[in-house]
């Protein structure tokens, strides 16, 4: 069964360093996703995209994010300068088709650890 | 703006026990709904969804959960818990027709004792 992959599985930086996290979305979906889980809270939406654009973000997506698809199997999200309160559990998900009745696939996310 | 709630933050029960899991969720349009179970360091996956019709849905090992729309609520059950749906849950929502990102409730831990 296809799935949602995700590297690196964790990842430590230090304050002020840009990272770059990765995921190869399943192949025919168009529709992708980033969220995030701080350790003890809830899963919030941080951006989505499609058709190679932003197609909405949350208010925590602000100018330190980023995200791209630079070739056809990649959608990567990019922290500029990564702050402690960054550390967190990164989801990529993806969905298929048009319509809203699709769900959402996750992958198994990206441990960031700030220090 | 869309928001779920989730009251049972940590539910520990005994084998064979049921399951009741309550979800609530607040939004003015048609939503699509979701459980997610996540277990011990894996990635969430999905349990169950609701889009429309029959309001009880069944979804994977033995869970089901019924929407009641004049109640805003999506309530997760099972009938006899295994140790092995120890996990946290997670009920989600999200709108059928513009934003489409999932809004998560805060989550329940569910503990089951052999």
């Known amino acids: 069964e296809p799935e949602v992959t995700q590297t690196p599985s964790h990842q430590v930086t230090q304050m002020g360093q840009e990272v770059i996290l990765r995921c190869v979305p399943i192949?025919?979906?168009?529709?992708f996703y980033w969220y995030r889980q701080i350790l003890g809270q809830k899963v919030e939406f941080l951006v989505s995209f499609y058709n190679n654009e932003i197609s909405e973000k949350s208010e925590i997506f602000d100018d330190q994010f980023s995200v791209e698809r630079p070739d056809g199997s990649n959608f990567t999200l990019k922290i500029r300068s990564t702050k402690l309160e960054d550390s967190a559990m990164y989801f990529c998900?993806?969905?298929?088709?048009?319509?809203?009745?699709?769900?959402?696939?996750f992958g198994p996310g990206t441990r960031l650890t700030v220090t | 703006a869309q928001s779920v709630s989730q009251h049972n933050h940590h539910v520990i029960l005994s084998e064979a026990a049921s399951l009741e899991l309550g979800c609530n969720y607040s939004y003015g349009g048609t939503v699509n709904l979701f459980w997610y179970v996540q277990y011990p360091g894996q990635h969430l996956q999905l349990l169950l969804k609701y889009f429309s019709g029959d309001p009880l849905v069944k979804g994977i090992k033995g869970f089901e959960a019924e929407f009641i729309k004049s109640k805003f609520s999506f309530n997760l059950r099972k009938p006899s818990v295994q140790w092995s749906d120890t996990a946290e849950y997670f009920c989600a929502v999200n709108a059928q027709t513009g934003r489409r990102a999932l809004t998560f409730g805060s989550g329940t831990r569910l503990q089951v004792q052999p």
């Open positions: 998900a993806s969905r298929g088709t048009s319509g809203g009745r699709n769900e959402q696939y």
């Open positions: 192949s025919n979906h168009l529709y």
